[in-house]
């Protein structure tokens, strides 16, 4: 910033003044730079005040710069944020402070984010702050999936052991129950069927827990990511969405994806099946939107160093009853529900077919929508 005694609050400051490769005289403002900085970043004044926030602060916050500053800090940071405390030791200090993995909650788009935040006083306007945060979302998506797909293959493990010592003695539960069935008196054909039904259960669960664990190679072709949706969508409004308003957003110029189109098939059924549920779980007539977009800046950190690129985002969104907060960074871990009859098995499916194609996904809160996002690779061919 403009250490020049001079200069006014509100002006934009010039640093530099030399020239060029090609010997053009160089004027870089400090709000110009501010501005191209990746990570959102807010000028706070000494009354919480939005002094200046650049577009990724408009991003973050969902909300228009000019809209940020007459709203003010308090109106779009929940008043029990440990953000404000950063604040203050940064103005106390006179000096910058550094705060890890805190939540910055926003009452206008509902829930919280996890960020690094950095803050720094501003000598030239006293009780003035410049804060800088650092979303770790997608960082630490990718190393949470780790964690579940390292618990997912210990329940594999686990239940390609135990499939074979329980399927068969099962089977052949359900078949004497079955062939004892037409000699029972009426009231007790009905314990029969409960043992065929809950025989039924007990190996669909087991088939379940198999998939998670399931490491064959599969052929992989290049997909329309739409035509695999239109798939899907017609099955829900066959079935379990019928009567539930399915929208679509699509960005029609989006290149093919490299994948399984059955295994991609159900794990969009599994996300459009936990809309519908969210939904039949609410009190207000909920809807759901699937939406496509091309993110050309979404780059990932692989172990080796090298960045993937993950360009394609397929979201399902929905407007019903809400994940709980506490289950948000769990929702993808085998055995974690937010329903009372949920296995906790479908969303970790969805993860494990997102992470064999070399995606990411991840689970947020945007306002009234629940927002499953997926992130993939484009095929190159």
């Known amino acids: 910033m403009n250490t020049d005694p001079s200069h006014r609050p509100g002006t934009s400051p010039s640093i530099g003044g030399g020239k060029d490769g090609g010997g053009m005289p160089v004027e870089l403002s400090a709000s110009a730079i501010l501005a191209a900085m990746p990570g959102p970043l ?36 929940a008043a029990d944020s440990p953000l404000h405390r950063v604040l203050q030791l940064a103005r106390t200090a006179g000096s910058s402070v550094h705060e890890y993995e805190i939540e910055v909650g926003t009452p206008r788009t509902g829930g919280s984010r996890m960020v690094d935040v950095q803050a ?12 800088q945060l650092l979303p770790r979302s997608l960082a630490e998506r990718i190393d949470r999936q780790l ?4 618990a997912a293959r210990t329940v594999a493990g686990l239940a390609a ?12 539960i359900r078949g004497a129950a079955q062939l004892i069935e037409p000699q029972l008196a009426e009231a007790d054909k009905e314990l029969a069927d409960l043992i065929m039904n809950e025989a039924d259960r ?3 669960l087991v088939e379940e827990m198999e998939a998670l664990g399931e490491e064959r190679p599969r052929p992989y072709e290049p997909l329309n990511i ?27 110029s989006l290149p093919a994806v490299l994948g399984d ?25 909920g809807v759901i939107e699937l939406r496509t977009a091309y993110r050309p800046g979404v780059r990932v950190a692989q172990s080796g160093g090298e960045l993937l690129a ?42 494990k077919v997102v992470r064999d194609h070399g995606g990411v996904v991840e689970c947020v809160r945007e306002g009234e929508w629940t927002v499953f996002r997926i992130r993939l690779p484009i095929h190159e061919g």
């Open 42 to 77: 807010l000028v706070i004044g000494p009354e919480d005040e939005i002094l200046f926030a650049n577009a990724a602060a408009e991003s973050f916050f969902q909300t228009s710069a000019k809209a940020l500053m007459r709203l003010g800090l308090g109106g779009v940071v």
């Open 120 to 131: 720094a006083a501003l000598p030239e306007v006293p009780g003035a702050v410049i804060v």
């Open 147 to 150: 964690s579940h797909a390292s």
């Open 161 to 172: 052991m135990l499939a074979h010592e329980i399927k068969n003695p099962l089977s052949g």
């Open 202 to 204: 007990i190996r669909t």
């Open 226 to 252: 739409h035509t695999v949706l239109d798939h899907v969508k017609r099955l829900a409004e066959a079935g379990f969405a019928s009567g539930i308003p399915i929208r679509e957003l699509y960005d029609p």
């Open 261 to 285: 189109r059955d295994r991609l098939v159900q794990a969009f059924i599994n996300l459009l099946k936990n809309a519908a549920e969210a939904i039949q779980q609410s009190d207000n007539n």
């Open 310 to 351: 993950l360009p394609l985002e397929v979201s399902v969104c929905n407007t019903g009853a809400p994940v709980p907060e506490d289950l948000l960074p769990h929702i993808f871990e085998p055995f974690v529900s937010g329903k009372s009859s949920g296995r906790g098995l479908g969303l970790a499916l969805v993860a």
